[in-house]
């Protein structure tokens, strides 16, 4: 008895179907990832990080490193004039219309660093291992200062400060979506003082990494006969990366091409801009070539951003038969030392469209207070 013949199924959608193209030079180690595409005389970067959480510079002694075989330039926030502020966050309104607080990110730290892992210099060398030893010739006298590592600690009364710019640590106190916050929360208050049952529960979600097979880096250029640059990055999308570099960098759009070829995995972890990207184009710019530089997995660990870390106090009302009544969550969320990408928006709009799920629930109040601490920055992570 023969088999019987499989047809080839056509998978339509909104557009018509299009073959995978990607795969084949993929299996085949054929793919061209960020570290694939060197630039004619590019030049190594490495990265001088903080040990500590929190701690004011007084001084870094570059002398040594300059001297040493290979180096082509050591750099400081000092020589990081025209980059502006790391940090880019759609705007975000808190209750009574406050703003989310944007702390300045810069591409190096020059007076204080605020999470273990903060870059405070970096090193130009011939070779990666050559700028690898003159790093370690690079002295840096901190002051240290008590930091603040817990997301509950953070918001108790006294904590330690991480911004003065951020009184208790919050930036943001997010109301919720509904068009009269305070009437809503009053409401779901009634309901569920007078339901039948009450459900309570506290949910700590701990702090993750992302690991993605390829690390974060980037090749910057620069070219001086029309003040542009190139930057050959593994990103999530080319142009939006563009578009959030420009302004940081101090030019239009069109004077900064961004190019991403093949990523090896990314889950939100390589959506904006990083301090590094910063850095080497400020350095590319200084030293007249192309800098490249690839994360190691262990900076991978201090510097990529987090995600996660959040409690929330949720209570859910029912009425005699189950009914879901009404939902409130007390949500806090850990945003690290500064911004990161939309990181606040996941946290709050993010999480109030999804946390009703499938279930009719006519009342839901929402209140989240997103939180300065000595870590390093929190972004998504698969969309959360």
């Known amino acids: 008895m023969s088999e019987p013949k499989m047809e080839a199924k056509t998978v339509e959608g909104s557009a018509r179907y299009r073959p995978r ?9 054929l793919g061209r990832y960020a570290a694939d595409v060197p630039l004619p005389g590019q030049a190594q970067a490495y990265f001088v990080r903080s040990p500590h959480a929190f701690a004011d510079i007084r001084s870094i002694d570059t002398a040594a490193a300059k001297a040493a075989p290979g180096v082509v330039g050591v750099f400081t926030a000092a020589d990081m004039d025209g980059i502006g502020n790391v940090s880019q966050h759609p705007p975000l309104a808190g209750r009574g219309g406050q703003k989310l607080i944007v702390p300045h990110r ?3 730290a ?6 273990v892992g903060e870059a405070v210099a970096v090193v130009i060398a011939e070779t990666l291992a050559a700028a690898q030893d003159a790093a370690e010739l690079v002295t840096v006298e901190y002051e240290e200062r008590t930091p603040v590592v817990d997301l509950r600690e953070a918001v108790r009364e ?4 991480v911004w003065p710019e951020a009184p208790g640590n919050i930036a943001v106190d997010w109301p919720g979506m509904a068009a009269d916050p305070e009437a809503n929360a009053k409401e779901v208050d009634r309901i569920i003082a007078s339901a039948a049952h009450v459900a309570r529960v506290v949910v700590v979600h701990p702090r993750i990494m992302v690991q993605s097979m390829e690390s974060r880096g980037a090749t910057a250029s620069y070219d001086p006969a029309n003040d542009s640059y190139f930057l050959r990055c593994c990103s999530q999308s080319a142009r939006s990366l563009r578009d959030g570099l420009a302004p940081i960098v101090g030019v239009p759009a069109q004077r900064l091409r961004v190019v991403t070829e093949d990523v090896g995995g990314a889950f939100g972890l390589k959506t904006g801009p990083y301090p590094e990207y910063l850095a080497i184009l400020a350095a590319a710019r200084k030293i007249g070539r192309p800098v490249h530089w690839m994360s190691n997995r262990a900076e991978a660990f201090l510097s990529d951003n987090h995600a996660r870390d959040t409690f929330a106090e949720v209570e859910l009302a029912l009425d005699e038969r189950g ?22 928006n996941i946290q709050t709009m993010n999480l109030t469209r999804c946390l009703p799920g499938m279930y009719d629930i006519a009342r839901v109040d929402m209140n989240v207070r997103c939180v300065f601490t000595n870590t390093t920055p929190t972004a998504p992570y698969r969309g959360a």
């Open 110 to 115: 020059g007076t204080t660093v605020r999470h």
């Open 21 to 29: 193209l990607e795969d084949d030079p993929l299996v085949r180690g």
């Open 323 to 344: 009914k879901f009544l009404a939902l409130r969550a007390r949500h806090f969320a850990n945003m690290g030392a500064y911004i990161g990408a939309v990181g606040a």
């Open 106 to 108: 810069p591409a190096l």
């Open 158 to 161: 006294g904590a330690v400060q």
